[in-house]
């Protein structure tokens, strides 16, 4: 942070902005932070942010762009049956990506955005009928809270979505989709980013560890439990001033490195 104090950096970052501003901000900034740590999969998958208000629309990135190219001020805003409410690029939305985030912000109103990748080791890990396995201190955040959608195709039929909040289930943030890839859900941007790079980080380590073909060295069930508890309980006390610690680390390094996120 070098002389700036973290009040003023958050300052400079959301000067003065709208509840939806700040959205919008945060949720290019989670393009840029995918791209960045290279969990992007070219045009394809996405994040998503509900919009404040009574309304209920959400923001998704226009279909086609890379996720480094996405800025704030041209997110696509669209409700819940696919009606575009404002496109400033006139690129629309993907279909696909509609029909998996509709259905998230549909029935969980308590998320405020949902988070989709297609990685190497998401993919891989998604392909196995064991999932995560809690054998190093990071799957332990892991070790409840993870739920599985089994795969149906590249998500175009609207159908679809009663079954995979059904299986989302009323209070998880983590769903695995099953042969497809990952999401991630938050309260906020911040959160449902800071919980896919570490899921990301966990099935690395897992597929290196299987990889390994070395014995496993298992962690009782009595420490798994503590653990998740423990990461619950550093997660907040790691809010200050109404944001993540961690999150205004990583806006901090896309000034450094992708500025163009807040245009």
């Not at 919009?51 to 629309?57: A, L, Q, S």
């Not at 806006?251 to 992708?258: A, C, D, F, I, N």
Request: hydrophobic letters at 40%; aromatic letters at 8%; proline letters at 4%.
């Amino acid at each position: 942070m070098s002389h700036q104090s973290e009040s003023d950096f958050v300052t400079d970052i959301y000067p003065t902005l709208s509840e939806e501003a700040r959205v919008r901000v945060d949720l290019a900034a989670a393009y840029h932070l995918i791209e960045h740590f290279q969990m992007s999969d070219s045009i394809y998958t996405h994040i998503s942010a509900r919009v404040p208000g009574d309304n209920e629309y959400f923001l998704i990135n226009p279909y086609g762009t890379r996720f480094s190219e996405v800025k704030a001020s041209q997110l696509v805003m669209i409700d819940l049956d696919g009606n575009i409410i404002d496109d400033p690029c006139n690129m629309g939305a993907n279909p696909a990506g509609f029909t998996i985030h509709s259905a998230i912000h549909g029935a969980r109103p308590d998320l405020k955005c949902a988070l989709h990748t297609h990685t190497v080791a998401g993919v891989s890990i998604a392909s196995t009928q064991t999932g995560l396995l809690p054998i190093n201190q990071w799957a332990l955040q892991f070790y409840h809270g993870v739920s599985r959608h089994a795969y149906e195709g590249i998500a175009l039929n609207l159908e679809e979505r009663e079954r995979l909040v059904k299986d989302l289930g009323p209070e998880n943030k983590i769903l695995i989709l099953d042969n497809h890839g990952l999401m991630t859900m938050g309260n906020d941007v911040g959160e449902a980013f800071t919980l896919m790079f570490n899921l990301e980080r966990v099935c690395k380590v897992q597929m290196a560890v299987l990889a390994s073909a070395q014995p496993v060295n298992q962690i009782d069930s009595t420490v798994c439990e503590l653990t998740y508890q423990q990461y619950k309980q550093f997660a907040e006390m790691s809010q200050r001033g109404g944001f993540h610690v961690e999150w205004l680390a990583y806006l901090r390094l896309l000034e450094k490195v992708s500025p163009s996120y807040r245009d």
